[in-house]
């Protein structure tokens, strides 16, 4: 068909045809702007001006028209999804007037405005851009980097900024130095053109010309000129130099590949560049370039490349080109010094470079770039000309401006490709419209319309081999009006001048497309139009996108031919179309506009706009297969013809429709092959619903209405025919199979094929290629119809090849499809072209398969890349796990695999290929493991599986099913997907939400519903995880009763009884005095509760966090009157509830979980209005510091608070800062510290009035910020500040108790676990110093800086020069305990000895003998042992001896020795010890260390109601006791004891008499700890914990609630920094809540004891982790899992950090610990496994015990429920039963359609009504894989791996199927074997049943027998010898040998 002879034959419908309008329009017209405009007339003028700008006004001037205002336009683009997945939806960018629309839909999806923005003056342009934020600064340079983040913004180009939002968010605006024409989007970034003012004629003065374009890599990033590298010039050398050649403008801009066209106005020609980012030589190049030239020099320096072509083409000399030498801007601003160029200070770009890491503030710096390219076109003043033409102006200049720092240029072009010169060149040539298209063979095309020419210019391009640049090839035109990509089709569609539509393939003619409903255009319409009588506005303005295309004003009014008319502003339309003289004609095209993917839109005369779809090369699966195969083989010229005869004969009007699409297909290839269909006798028979197709004209029907025999002949030989009688159906039915006589004429002459045709030469390729397609779709079983289909052109081809053995095989696949007697055509071999991949053999995939099971050798198997994706997977994963060979799936492929190209696409494959390399880098141990994570690597999912045949599938769910049973705990979520674990899947996919996007709430979220507890709503206590804490305690209501013990917020009970004798005023004085004792307890409470509810609430960020009041309030019980400490009856002390309400807030804020969204707004909006809750706002910032939430607030907020001068505020703030800065030696927060710490201040500074405590925070803060770094300056200082003496004022006279403990504390803390080895500080002698500071003597001379504030002595207290023990000991005993922390220093230890004579006991204070004690055990960390006689062995001797026994009733009497100082000696030398136990043992739940703790508590506890104790002194036996109580709280935290939480109640209820304040803060303090952050949290053992816990457990209580002198309050919150999350909790993963598993817990050995493991029934605090192993979930009961803490510890770590969930799976049959605590209730299903015989007993409605599959349970119903009058079924029911249990209970449920089919196949053989042996297939693959030899090996490795499939189902079908063809052969079969095998024709009933015999027995072709010369054999061992060869099983020759030896004798038996 020639394409001019029909033209109507060639039309293609276009489909879809829908008015289009843009969507934004409809939404302008309802968008609230006339609203605001009215607003806006009500302000006032000055407001005005702010909120317009100049901006505004210069839009006003600028407008050229009324109309102008009501300009729109649109752009469309094909829409982007957040994450992979294919969509199909357009997204449409709409700009009018000040507003842009952003709106997404498409035809099946309904239109959404998805964004609106509305900016102050008109929108010049706005588009899309994605910015890359690339994450190292550093490497600018590095193109290719991975670690870049994307931000997709849309840009909004108003006259003196241009706006960016980001999909974020983010907005930033970012202000234009110059006028802009056209901003482009880049890969990069934007790309601007600056407007040439009066094209800049250049200046009398030689002068620079300014660049013209510019890019902006980032919004917050200056604007920088781009750099052009053009080649070698005239002067040889490559240049670099700035884009100033006005001439140029920008056509086109394209991201991938990133290339730039542009237009040289003055040339005419377009030039395309490759746009990349500059190399550091190319800036230096640049910059360089610039500082040479001190004075601009004529042309000679500049050898522009775009100046040289023009040069060469005019043919006239280079320096009078109007080029002015290119270089920069500097040399321009050192020349001419220019106000524009001032320059800049260092620190506003320094603030530029940061602020992309930022939250964007105003692009601040942007305005610096207004000031440097100021780009004003005003006329410069006379002062300054004078100055330019001074001589020695210049150089004097250069030096005046020396700080001007030159601008970087960032993205640089290099020439690529520059159109040809001609000689007839218009002037206006410039392209309209410049697209990338790839045409069907996948080569690209950059295509360009030029209007004025009415022609579309096409260039070919490539990239080079080494992918470094692209090449050009030759330009071919296409006469064109207008055209339009359409890229889903890979075509373009052009208009004609004609006014026909018309798609092209690349630069192939396809056809015209006929558009339903619009007339064709007639021939009258194709003459040249009259032209317009109005003349073209080409007004060029940057306000008119449209057009920019116009050429510059001085060529005057262009009155081209009618195509210009497009460009002309909507406006003239209509009076155009009302001027037209054939205006009757009616409607014609006449613009293309907005191609999405195949969607485009057509501009119709009568100013609508149609969209139309063009259609789409194929729908059907299998013909688009086919189509690429025959493409990817065949030459690219002759693919490309066959496409488009494909394309026209599919999509011609009235077209088949989806079912007949494989027919029209047939007859289209074998067409073009030559082959004669209308001759044919089966593709005559073809059915194309609907004989339209034009490409069979002639008509099937014949004129006579009567029928004819023929017509019943016909019908007979119809394939439908053939079908039906194969079709069981038929069977079923008993219909006798009807005689066929043979049609008549078609035998008589024998059809040769036409070798003229396309693919004539090429039919062997095609038809190789074909049979590989089939062999892929065999893979598929979804493909059966497309198979049958594509097996029928197969067996013609073939047959007309002549290649039996193809035939012979598609025979054993489709016995009754394929019959022998066909036509065959007469091919003349000689014109062949066999292609070298062409094989005799066919290539089967299956019976590749099976060689590998068997284990023989494989040749390769040919397979296409890019379509026989399957046939490559299945190959290569066998080759693995089978043949057991690991290189297959690395990069090179070839042992197995031959690719099959046409020799062009070298390279497209090898980058393919590199897809499966494998990646995967975590250890893999197995075969296994290492298939299912390649195969997840490449793609394959479970869906994939599915649809993969049985038999081919089970080597892969072999895999699946041994990965599922030893999983890894780390491995990605794919690959946990695919082998159905859907616990670790879900595991993995938590734990890769980032941070950011993380859930806010933890997973296992409680939702109380509010309301219902409103009494006790207030309490603080009520976002505790119940959930979890239930399933932790679930015995009993330990949780509530510790919520009662805690709780602060309500009025506590006064129970005074009134003694007759009392009055009502003292009565009621005695009340208020006992709720002082019970408020005493009250205000102890937080420090508790904060422990309690650690980190458990994720706060609402628009709400404010609620602090629970403090109620210092009681109710007296008989009728519940109000006790109030404010009635003015007793004297309260004052600020007494200062310090209480400060722990109160730090509590409220220690809930947020340090995993929360909070800001720095947020924490500022928490700010009380009220200053009486000031303090509590002090505690909630330190709360925050501690859960690391203050780094987010800004320094500003700081300062700001700590200018208020509150003293809780700063103390708060100043501890919180530090602590959220642990270890950083963070320089700002030391700077923040050191200002209220004097001794860090130099000698000279003023004395600053900072109050006591808040220097002592201030010490503690630096202790924290350099917390383990051994700073030297920092140890020095604290060092002296430990013996600070009081000065002369009372500055440091009160208190100074705290302030030498904070700096120990402090000193520790820098110098933390460091012990001998200090760098650098041994001459600071820190151990002596401090042991002099402990046990006194004569105070040393001050050295360093601040002698001078010591000289004077205090004026308060009288020291005299020693050392004042009892100020410094604590700190300096607590400091050494630190620096040697864990040394097990014994030198060290023995100076904390406790003295061991009365004389020296004397000297030392008892409290300090406890702290002595402690220090010496935290030294020797390893000696401490959990038992009463290490504690004992503490003690020394001489108090030992003397000591009184707890029970005494009388006391001993002595006169020598002190029994007081002695007993109080002992008690607090216990309790030290006891307190080491706790540090050595925290968190730990030692059993040995909690029962000799509770030994000593209960035993203080009754020595305090012995007689004896008031020897000892109540107050130290209750200090002791609250000591002892901390340390059992530290052992056994978060684990909720119950008789610790006995003792807590206990001392709880004792509220008279010696308990003060701090006993009740310590004893609730243990309360806390024992349910640390509700049981999720424990404390950890490491040296940082340690010091954290020393600060905050310090054994030196407060008195009462003000009380800071011996230790500051505010440290005891600092537990939160030795808490560590160390719950791990079972969650179910399909009911999605916590339940109970059993875990394994596996202990690294250490000196202690050896490796062991231990049983904890999860949810459970875990050990510490650096003592793990490794840690597993138990079966039975779940999927076992591994945690295999050997590799690293922050898999489980991250796990514990999110909530500690570890999702978990219940196997089949079993039920949860809650549902069956005891195992019972699954025990039935244990006997049910154990006995097979029992399993017809197993009842269909068990099977709920076993699976919550719904799919199973509807299998049981279905097909395992008995019904009436079953007969003969019940035997199936019975196997279907068996079968599902089975499926159930080894658990695998995926098995049970395997199992199905195979009893499916089994019987359909037995019934010998297979039509086809595809099952057969499988079953044999299945058999031969069970009997491989790899599989076999496995098994021996370990037997009691649940046999995949139960051990006698196979072996009884395999029987079955034996014993089925056996008789078969005996029943007359093996005639027709015979009759096969010696090459006669066999009776067509026997056909299927030889076939599987085939199969089955993998019998040898004739051909194959032949050849191997089998005729002769005698005997039996020869046939055997011969048949060695052909791979042929014994069991098969045994059944064959009587046919073959013709002689029944001789074969003996």
Known sequence: MSDHSDERATMIAAGDLQEFAPRGREHCRRHPSALTLQLRR??????????????????????????????????????????GEAVDFDEELYVASNMVIWSKGSKNHASAVYKAFTVDSPVLQALWCDFTIPQDKSEKADVSGSDEIVEKCICILQNSCINVHSIEGKDYIAALPFQVANVWPTKYGLLFERTSSSHEVPPSPPREPLPTMFSMLHPLDEITPLVCKSGAGVFGSARVQYVADYTLRIVFLNAEPSIVMTYDTVQSLHTV?????????????????????????????????????????????????????????????????????????????NMAALSRSYSPA?????????????????????????????????????????????????????????????????????????????????????????????????????????????????????????????????????????????LYSGVVRVGKVFIPGLPAPSLTMSTQMPRPSTPLDSVSTPSKPLNKHLGPLEEGVLLSPVPELRDSSKLHESTYVEDCTFQQLGTFIHALRDPVHNRVTLELSNNTMVRITIPEIATSELVKRCLQGVKAILPKEIAV???????????????????????????????????????????????????????????????????????????????????????????????????????????????????????????PAIFFVLHLIYEELKLNSLMGEGIRSLVVLLVQLARDLKLEAYIDYYYRDYPALVKTSRQACVIDQGFMHHPSFFSAEPPSIFQWLSSCLKGEGVQPYPYLP????????????????????????????????????????KQQIEQDDSRCSFRHNTSVSSLAEKLVIWMTNVGFTL???????????????????????????????????????????????????????????????????????????????????????????????????????????????????????????????????????????????PVGRGMFTLFSYHPIPTEQLPIPKLNLTGRAPPRNTTVDLNSGNIDVPPNMACWASFHNGVAAGLKIAPASQIDSAWIVYNKPKIAELANEYAGFLMALGLNGHLTKLATLNIHDYLTKGHEMTSIGLLLGVSAAKLGTMDMAITRLLSIHIPALLPPTSTELDVPHNVQVAAVIGIGLVYQGTAHRHTAEVLLAEIGRPPGPEMEYCTD????????????????????????????????????????????????????????????????????????????????????????????????????????????????????????????????????????????????????????????????????????????????????????????????????????????????????????????????????????????????????????????????????????????????????????????????????????????????????????????????VLAAEPRLL?????????????????????????????????????????????????????????????????????????????????????????KEDPMGWRSLLAQTVTHQNSEARAFKPEAISAFTSDPALFSFADYFCKPTVNMGQKQEILDLFSSILYECVTQENPEMLPTYIAIDQAVRRLERREMSETFELWQIKLVLEFFSSRSHQERMSRNPNRGLFMNSEFLPVMKCTIDNTLDQWLQAGGDVSLHSYLSGQPTEESQLSMLACFLIYHSVPTPGQLAAGGLEGSTNFSELLSKFKQLNMPVRALLRLAPLLLRNPQSMVL
């Open 1625 to 1713: 909790t079972p969650v179910d993963v399909d009911s999605n809540t916590p339940c109970y598993a059993l875990i394994e817990v596996t202990y690294k050995g250490t000196q202690w004891y050896a490796e062991t493991t231990e049983e904890l029934m999860a949810p459970t605090l875990l050990p510490e982790l650096h003592l793990l192993k490794q840690i597993r979930v138990k079966g039975p009961r779940y999927w076992e899992l591994l945690i295999d803490l050997s590799k690293g510890t922050n898999h489980l770590k991250s796990i514990l950090s999110k909530g500690g969930v570890l999702y978990v799976k219940l196997r089949a049959g079993q039920l949860s610990y």
């Open 42 to 83: 009500l302000q006032p003028a000055s407001e005005l001006c702010s909120s317009d700008g100049a901006a505004g006004l210069v839009g006003c001037l600028r407008e050229v028209t009324i109309h102008e205002r009501q300009r729109e336009s649109w752009q469309l683009r094909k829409g982007v999804s957040d994450v």
């Open 943 to 1085: 869906r994939d599986l599915e649809s993969l045949p049985f038999g081919v599938a089970l080597p892969i769910r072999d895999a699946i099913y041994y990965c599922r049973e030893q999983p890894a705990s780390d491995w990605p979520e794919a690959v946990c997907l695919l082998i159905g674990r859907q616990d670790l899947s879900k595991q993995a996919c938590e734990g890769n939400l980032q941070k950011g996007k993380s859930s806010v709430g933890p997973v296992l979220s409680s939702d109380i519903p509010s309301g219902t507890e409103s009494e006790e709503d207030e309490d603080g206590m009520n976002d505790m995880n119940e959930e979890v804490m239930s399933l932790i305690w679930s015995e009993d209501l330990r949780v509530q009763e510790v919520r009662r013990l805690l709780q602060s917020a309500s009025p506590v009970r006064v129970n005074v009884v009134q003694m007759p004798e009392a009055s009502d005023h003292e009565y009621i004085e005695e009340k208020e005095n006992r709720l002082l004792q019970l408020c005493q307890r009250t205000m102890a409470l």
């Open 641 to 763: 013809q066959m496409l488009v005869k494909w394309y026209n004969a599919y999509n011609a009007p009235g077209g088949p429709s989806y079912h007949s699409e494989w027919n029209l297909f047939v007859t289209c290839l074998m067409n073009m092959m030559g082959y004669n269909t209308e001759r044919l006798s089966w593709t005559r028979n073809l059915d194309f619903e609907g004989s339209l197709s034009p490409v069979i004209a002639p008509k099937k029907a014949r004129p006579s209405e009567t029928g004819s025999d023929e017509d019943w002949e016909y019908l007979l030989s119809s394939d439908y025919h053939r079908n039906v009688e194969s079709h069981p159906v038929a069977k079923a039915l008993r219909l006798d199979p009807l005689e066929v006589l043979a049609p008549k004429d078609d035998f008589l002459q024998s059809l040769s094929l036409d070798s003229s045709t396309l693919l004539f030469t090429h039919i």
């Open 866 to 905: 890019g379509i026989c994706e399957r046939s490559k997977l299945v190959v290569l994963s066998v080759a693995l796990y089978v043949l057991g060979d690991e290189s297959a799936v690395s990069n090179e492929a070839s042992h197995y695999l031959y690719k099959i190209t046409s020799g062009q696409r």
């Open 273 to 349: 560049w490759a746009l990349r980012r500059v190399k550091p030589e190319e800036q230096n190049m640049v910059l360089k370039f610039s500082e040479q030239m001190g004075t601009p020099q004529p042309m000679a320096t500049s050898s522009s490349l775009t100046a040289h072509l023009r040069s060469l083409s005019k043919g006239d000399s280079p320096v009078g080109s109007p080029f002015q030498n290119y270089s920069s801007i500097h040399s321009q601003s050192r020349s001419v010094s220019s106000p524009s160029m001032q320059s800049r200070s260092p620190s506003i770009s």
């Open 362 to 502: 105003l692009g601040v710096h942007s305005f610096s770039g207004v000031q440097r390219f100021n780009f004003s076109s005003s006329t410069q003043s006379p002062k300054r000309h004078s100055i330019t033409h001074s001589p020695n102006s210049t150089s004097s200049d250069s030096f005046l401006i020396p700080e001007t720092e030159p601008i970087v240029p960032e993205l640089c072009i290099d020439h690529l490709w520059t159109e040809t010169v001609t000689n007839m060149r218009e002037k206006n040539s410039q392209a309209s419209k410049v697209f990338i298209t790839t045409d069907l063979c996948g080569q690209k095309f950059l295509c360009f319309l030029v209007e004025s020419q009415l022609q579309l210019r096409c260039v070919k391009f490539q990239e080079s081999n080494d992918k470094s640049q692209l090449i050009f090839g030759s330009v071919t035109s296409i006469q064109a009006k207008d055209a339009a990509p359409v890229q889903g089709i890979d075509m373009l569609l052009v208009l004609e001048g004609s006014g026909n539509l018309v």
């Open 1296 to 1615: 100074r108790e705290s302030y030498s403990l904070a700096s120990g504390l402090a000193l520790g803390m820098v110098c933390l676990g460091h012990g001998s080895n200090l760098i650098g500080m041994s001459d600071l002698n820190v151990p002596e110093q401090l042991y002099q500071y402990m046990v006194g003597g004569h105070r040393r001379f001050q050295a360093g800086m601040h002698r001078e504030k010591h000289k004077s002595p205090s004026y308060q207290i009288k020291e005299g020069d020693t050392i004042n023990v009892d100020v410094t000991c604590p700190g300096a005993t607590l400091a050494l305990a630190m620096i040697y922390l864990k040394t097990n220093n014994r030198s060290i230890a023995d100076w904390l000895q406790a003295p061991d004579t009365m004389y020296l006991l004397d000297f030392v204070k008892p409290e300090f003998l406890l702290l002595r004690t402690l220090a010496r055990c935290l030294i020797l960390w390893d000696d401490i042992w959990p038992d009463s006689k290490w504690v004992n062995s503490n003690v020394p001797q001489i108090i030992r001896e003397n000591s009184i026994s707890l029970h005494a009733t009388e006391l001993p009497s002595s006169e020598d020795l002190s029994l007081e100082t002695l007993a109080q000696a002992h008690v607090y030398i216990i309790a030290g010890a006891c307190l080491s136990l706790g540090f050595r043992f925290a968190g730990s739940e030692n059993l040995a260390a909690f029962k000799c703790l509770y030994k000593y508590a209960t035993d203080f506890l009754k020595c305090l109601s012995a007689p004896t104790a008031s020897i000892t002194g109540h107050y130290n036996l209750e200090t002791c006791l609250s000591v002892l109580l901390l340390s059992l709280a530290m052992v056994m935290a978060g684990s909720g004891n119950l008789k610790v939480l006995q003792l807590c109640r206990f001392m709880h209820k004792k509220t008279g008499g010696e308990m003060n304040y701090g006993f009740h803060l310590a004893h609730h303090m243990a309360l806390g700890l024992l349910f640390l952050g509700g049981g999720r949290y424990s404390l950890s053992t490491s040296n940082s914990s340690i010091a954290a816990l020393l600060c905050a457990l310090y054994p030196h209580f407060p008195v009462h609630s003000t009380d800071n002198r011996y230790h500051l309050q505010a440290l005891r919150h600092l537990y």
